[in-house]
């Protein structure tokens, strides 16, 4: 049985009453108007730890909020906060894309710098009281891995709580369905789609940054595709990828970033892209797993006023949280499917979304957030969840039908163009 806080949540009445009353210090509102709820913690436990609830808004539980749970070092709690509202907005754009269910979430531990090495290798703590958290607002939020958290991790926090959706529940194939394959195989399917528009994969010069377990996995596959794959990461080890042209990491990271490329694909961290670098970038578009991969706004800007096309990861970094849909929608197919046909099923949605991104964007170039919330909200899609059984019914081979080659370019016509890697950026 779970364990229940005493002040366990019985319906959303309650839950806004408890949002609106605790507003002296436990309710943050960012400037795009997020919630913010931070939880209390066990600081004899825990010290220093403070850790922060986010939903993009009201929370609803017949939409609950969605995002994964981020162990971080933040310099003071006020940044914490502010990347906790961005974050859950980012989500909630991510959820609306592909119609999963849920709204936008986010759950951010904020930890001493000091104590990040001791406090990651002993999370029980952290995820005991995370647990409870969850528990209090019983089925309004729903969290998953994130930044420092594994599958192990969300194993012991499932035993705490119902409310994380990590792939656990496969019979007798537990931790076989893996979320983070699903996010990259997402990030190949949106790579796939935006070069669909430029002729395709094969042969493009691709930068991953950050060879983690979804950036592993996006180099390698990448490579077999046909693409001339490049790596970096600060574990140079990690970044031998078979079928790679070479790993970089012995170079400075930001020269790595600047060499010219058709595709930047980030799956490191946030905020990597600052002003100055988004000034020197000579990659052709950009697009990957990373979230927040912009220090501000003006970067972005920046980046797109040059030319560069961004695909945001609204699009290309959305497969947890498809995986997550059918998990909750349609858990009978996802109890019964191979992780394969779910993996093939997420790089084919989210390619058909980055395909249309890249074409339009070549039709009439314009701010990519903009555009991203117009493809959401203009596309009245069934709930993407409820979708996976009958398209593995439809698909003769669904394992391969989303990696396979590019053939003839999708984009609009005449308004195709070959990336070169010797195309420059003003």
Known sequence: MHSRSTSTLRSASRAQRLISVNTQGTIRMAPAQPLVLEVPLDQEKVPGLELFVASDGMLDKSKPANGGLRLWTYDTKEA??????RLASGMSLKHQMYNTGFSGGKLVCRMPK????????????????????????????????????????????????????????????QWEMDANIATASGVVGGV??????????????VLVHGTGQVGAFVAQKLASLGALVYTYDINSARADIPGIVANQSALPEREFLIQQADILVP???????????????????????SNLPFRTVEARKIVESRGIVFVPECITSAGAIILD????????????????????FVGERV??????????????????????Q???????????????ALWKDQSSAPVTRFVGAAGPSRAVAGQTRQITTSSKHN
């Open 80 to 85: 914490a906060v502010e990347e906790a509202a």
């Open 114 to 173: 000091e104590r990040m090495e001791e406090l990651a290798n002993d999370k029980k703590t952290i995820l005991d009281q995370t647990g409870a958290a969850l528990n209090t607002l019983e089925g309004f939020v729903y969290t998953g891995c994130d930044v420092n958290m594994s599958i192990p991790d969300m194993e012991y926090l499932r035993r705490q709580t119902p409310y994380v959706l990590a792939s656990l529940d496969a019979r007798g194939k």
């Open 192 to 205: 796939c789609g935006a070069l669909d528009a430029y002729g395709g994969v094969e042969g493009k010069k």
């Open 267 to 289: 799956c490191s961290c946030s905020n990597i892209v600052d002003e100055e670098l988004a000034h020197e970038l000579r990659c052709d578009v950009l697009a990957g797993a």
């Open 325 to 344: 849909s059918v998990e909750m929608y349609d858990n009978e197919a996802y109890l019964d499917a191979e992780p394969g046909d779910i993996y093939a």
């Open 351 to 372: 390619r058909v979304k980055s395909t249309e991104f890249a074409q339009r964007q070549l039709e009439h170039y314009r701010d990519s957030l903009e555009l991203a």
């Open 374 to 388: 117009e493809i959401a909200t203009s596309d009245e899609q069934p709930r993407v969840g409820t979708l996976f």
